[in-house]
């Protein structure tokens, strides 16, 4: 369960724990990529021939009000597919950006359950709203390139309770 | 000879009233919007100073830190029209912000303008709501 006073690291754990249950257990385009926590650091470029799904920090945008009770949290998180040429180039970006639209964007994505491990304790088959998370929309898909820098991605940003 | 004559010009007229007090509503919420993310895009540029060629003090993280301020002095705006405006990083001025906002290889991204639409989003929603019924309501 989602932590009070630990939301941020706890989504982003949770989140990033059922995108590698999703790239473990789904065929291609998902299985030829890997998942990173958090910014990618310099051992992820050093060995870059598969596209990889990274994720921001979320960012706490407010919480709802709720008369006699503590309110939901709601927060916004960014995650993406970071691809260069050995990867796939920008086409393997934009298969990423859109694969992650339809992911998040289906209703199936709150009752697929997962494997986790959150603040120390492990949760064996749990959705994702079973361990306090609710996406509710998936907003602002965009395609960031660099070819100066052989950089091609997929940007999706996920409004999410907890 | 029977006939029933219908009158909507006082209707109309409600409408028409109601249509440009809901247009003066959207105008001052835009003008309200392109205020706030400025002022909140700017303010994720107006970390600690530092000089050139020195490490930042706190690496990847908001607000930005300064060297030459070009950042920050390059945020824009322009309205498209009365109801349509942008808010954006001018590349003229500082053709890095496009690396600084979404990050590289070497460098995290620090998304100053993404993260000011995010913080400001509901608020600007509210302040379209309340323009919007508080003009039509009278």
């Known amino acids: ?162 | 000879m029977f006939s029933v004559e219908f009158d909507t010009s006082g209707l109309k007229t409600t409408f028409d009233r109601a249509n440009i007090e809901a247009m003066k509503g959207a105008i001052a919420a835009v003008k309200f919007g392109v205020e706030e993310l400025m002022k909140a895009a700017t303010r994720n540029l107006m970390g600690v100073a530092h000089p050139p060629g020195t490490k930042s003090p706190y690496p990847g993280k908001l607000p930005v830190t300064r060297i030459s301020r070009e950042l920050s002095k390059s945020m824009k705006y322009h309205f498209f029209n009365p109801i349509s405006a942008i808010v954006y990083s001018d590349l003229r001025s500082a053709n890095y912000a496009a690396y600084v906002h979404d990050g590289t290889r070497k460098m995290k991204a620090r998304p100053f303008l993404k993260n000011a639409v995010s913080e400001r989003q509901q608020a600007i929603l509210n302040r379209m709501r309340y323009e919007t019924l508080k003009r039509v309501g009278r």
């Open chain 1, 1 to 162: 369960m989602i932590r009070a006073g630990y939301e941020l690291t706890d989504v982003q754990k949770a989140i990033t724990d059922f995108l590698r249950y999703k790239v473990a257990n789904s065929g291609a385009p998902w299985s030829s990529w890997t998942v990173v926590e958090g910014w990618p650091d310099q051992t992820v470029f050093a060995n870059f021939t598969r596209l990889f799904l990274y994720s921001h920090t979320p960012l706490w945008v407010g919480e709802d009000i709720q008369q006699g009770g503590k309110g939901l949290r709601r927060l916004e998180m960014t995650i993406g597919g970071w691809s260069c040429i050995a990867a796939g180039g920008a086409e393997e970006a934009a298969i990423a950006l859109s694969q992650l639209l339809s992911l998040f964007s289906d209703p199936a994505v709150n009752v697929a359950a997962f494997n986790s491990v959150i603040g120390g304790t492990a949760y064996t088959a749990k959705t994702l709203p079973q361990l306090g998370i609710n996406i509710n929309d998936v907003t602002n898909p965009r395609a960031i390139e660099f070819r100066d820098e052989d950089d091609f991605r997929g940007e999706v940003s996920l409004q999410i309770t907890c």
